[in-house]
């Protein structure tokens, strides 16, 4: 299972990921996962690598990511079970805005390089949610202020609606637990997956 989780901070990418992670350990199933695609990369660097990390110049930046891209599209194509955070998505909504503005980023360019079978997952909530998760449980290095939550939904959803990605849902997060979320994925994922992924299908909770 090739997975591409995607949607505002705060909407439950990263929860979602290491959900499916952990189910998948717990029945012998190894994802490969990266979830380091948002500048700076928490999962990987200590505090002052972050630091140097959003410092760069924003063409270095800019020049950074879109090779972490196209590294990623290798990875995908080498691991049949993958998790992805934001990945080319991600960088579509954030680069311009927040890295480098005034660059100009194409990703469609990348998807005919992706697997056939890769299942694209939209994650959103509600503007007033994404603002309430902002203040009960900040992220060390917060990227979207509050003032841009609405314009940044706004902005994954029609990202989304314009991939050539042909698998793919959305899940609305507003009012799911971490366990809610995992079972509302293996509901919506299960008619999107191929002969592959059977044995997914038999272990699905």
Same mark, same amino acid.
């Given at each position: ?135 009960? #449980? ?5 990227? *979207? /202020?509050?003032? %841009?939550?609405?314009?940044? &939904?706004? =902005? ?26 995992? #079972? ?5 994922? *299960? /008619?999107?997956? %191929?002969?592959?992924?059977? &044995?997914? =299908?038999?272990?699905?909770?």
């Amino acid at each position: 299972m090739r997975i591409v989780a995607v949607g505002c901070e705060y909407s439950g990418v990263s929860t979602l990921i290491d959900q499916i992670d952990r189910w998948g350990k717990s029945r012998g199933i190894h994802h490969h996962l990266d979830d380091h695609f948002t500048i700076p990369d928490a999962y990987h660097l200590v505090a002052e690598e972050q630091q140097a990390m959003m410092e760069m110049l924003p063409a270095i930046k800019e020049r950074f990511q879109r090779f972490q891209i196209v590294y990623h599209i290798r990875v995908l194509d080498r691991h049949q079970h993958c998790l992805l955070g934001g990945f080319h998505i991600e960088e579509a909504v954030y680069g311009p805005r927040y890295y480098y503005p005034g660059m100009n980023v194409e990703v469609r360019e990348y998807e005919p390089e992706l697997p056939d079978d890769l299942i694209l997952v939209h994650l959103h909530a509600r503007p007033e949610v994404i603002r309430q998760r902002m203040e009960s #449980a900040p992220h060390p290095q917060p990227l *979207v /202020p509050s003032c %841009d939550v609405d314009e940044i &939904l706004e =902005r994954f959803d029609q990202e989304v609606r314009q991939s050539w990605i042909h698998r793919h849902f959305e899940i609305d997060t507003s009012q799911l637990s971490p366990e809610q979320l995992l #079972a509302t994925f293996f509901e919506k994922v *299960v /008619p999107h997956l %191929d002969s592959k992924d059977s &044995l997914i =299908r038999l272990l699905s909770p």
